[in-house]
């Protein structure tokens, strides 16, 4: 059975959905490491133990064209109250993060 060109543009297609999910599924882990971490240091305790996608753009830098996003996360510092932080990642690497009491 020959390879058409729809068959083959669908394949590709579906391979860069792979890609897109299975990078942004490895970069939200390193953000909740991070957040993770930050908590630590602060003494405070992260709420609901994860981060979430709050903003997704693309960002052109020295190198080259790279997604830009920005997680969310609450933390309380002591029990009571909630408050919010947030991690910006370009691409794999670390460009920010802020919390409320920073």
């Not at 083959?8 to 297609?13: D, K």
């Not at 609901?48 to 510092?77: C, H, I, M, N």
Request: aromatic share 10%; net charge positive.
């Amino acid at each position: 059975m020959p390879l058409t060109f729809s068959a083959l543009v669908l394949f590709v297609l579906l391979a860069a959905a792979f890609t897109f999910w299975y990078n942004g599924a490895d970069v939200r882990e390193t953000a909740n490491r991070i957040a993770i971490d930050a908590c630590k240091r602060r003494s405070l305790q992260l709420l609901d133990g994860t981060v979430a996608l709050a903003k997704l753009r693309l960002r052109l830098d020295s190198a080259g064209l790279r997604l830009e996003r920005t997680y969310v996360f609450d933390y309380s510092s002591g029990g009571g109250g909630r408050a919010s932080g947030f991690i910006v990642m370009l691409g794999h690497e670390i460009q920010h993060v802020g919390l409320a009491n920073d």
